[in-house]
């Protein structure tokens, strides 16, 4: 059997190296490198090989592929009858790329049964540093002037890779998902990556796609372009 060891990034390598995908762990699952840094090419090219940065402020920086990978089809995402009914009283607005910090920081702050938070300082800076390029994108939820929900991620091509998301309120980062999910269904997009299971995304309809098939979407959809409207939403 071949053994298999944890690729470590060390400071002379270029962003490009990351190892093959196929390499990452069993256990824990889909841990494939260490180290490195979250610059903006290095970030991109995780993302175009269906890899991401996950870690917490005891620990250097971890780069994830998981096998199966948890994914939302833009034109699949399930609607509940009661989410319908209560997306029909129209209580929230939604937006673009209107509170981009105020959301990763939302995502940052610890849940109730959590002690600490996955979104260090550093990631924090790193993902504001993409939303200034162009590459990172917000969906917020607005009730009465408040920010009670939200999610972001990352734009390549006609992927959209989530990252995370908040509520305040029920239903808030749903109606988010909802929304983003018809709008990136008009924009061309083909895949919503949301890495790994649970039974929120379950419930709007996520799927499991082993990991060379999730390999193969996003190695032909992050080389297409999406429509020119894609993010112009006012």
């Not at 260490?34 to 917490?56: K, Q």
């Not at 994914?71 to 009914?85: A, D, G, M, N, Q």
Request: contains cysteine.
């Amino acid at each position: 059997m071949k053994e298999t060891k944890l690729f470590w990034i060390t400071a002379n390598r270029h962003a490009m190296d990351f190892p093959p995908i196929t390499d990452a762990l069993t256990e824990p699952d889909g841990l494939l490198a260490v180290a490195g840094d979250l610059s903006v090419p290095r970030l991109l090219e995780a993302y175009r090989n269906g890899i991401f940065p996950w870690y917490d402020d005891s620990q250097p920086i971890l780069w994830w592929s998981p096998n199966p990978r948890t994914v939302l089809l833009p034109e699949k995402v399930h609607i509940s009858r009661s989410l319908r009914k209560h997306m029909n009283k129209k209580a929230f607005n939604i937006s673009f790329d209107q509170a981009f910090e105020k959301v990763i920081h939302q995502c940052a702050a610890p849940r109730p049964d959590e002690n600490g938070t996955w979104l260090t300082t550093e990631m924090i800076a790193a993902y504001l540093e993409l939303h200034k390029e162009g590459h990172a994108h917000s969906i917020e939820c607005w009730q009465e002037d408040k920010l009670v929900g939200g999610l972001y991620g990352v734009s390549i091509g006609k992927v959209f890779f989530g990252e995370s998301m908040f509520s305040l309120v029920p239903n808030a980062s749903k109606i988010c998902l909802v929304e983003l999910s018809k709008h990136l269904k008009l924009w061309g997009f083909k895949l919503i990556d949301c890495q790994v299971e649970s039974a929120h995304l379950a419930s709007m309809g996520a799927e499991q796609f082993s990991r060379e098939e999730f390999k193969l979407y996003i190695g032909d959809y992050c080389e297409q372009l999406p429509s020119v409207q894609s993010w112009n939403v006012q």
